[in-house]
């Protein structure tokens, strides 16, 4: 059985930098963060300001317990 490998994209894999990468990891942990403080704001919102936004206390409190890495 022939293997094929590329070794030519190898070289061009090692070489690539790590910031890239390194900032959507950090944009990813921003976005869960502020994820997680608008859903913690959410379900301790009041009824007045639930019904501003058209938001019942059952859909907030389902959004306000969904885990930070759900969209």
Do not use: Y
Request: net charge positive.
């Amino acid at each position: 059985m022939l293997q094929h490998t590329r070794p030519a994209l190898l070289p061009a894999r090692l070489g690539r930098s790590r910031a890239p990468r390194l900032q959507r990891w950090g944009a990813l942990l921003r976005l869960w963060r502020q994820r997680a403080r608008s859903r913690a704001e959410l379900r301790e919102l009041d009824e007045r300001l639930l019904r501003d936004i058209g938001i019942s206390r059952e859909m907030a409190r389902f959004v306000g317990q969904k885990p930070f890495w759900r969209p």
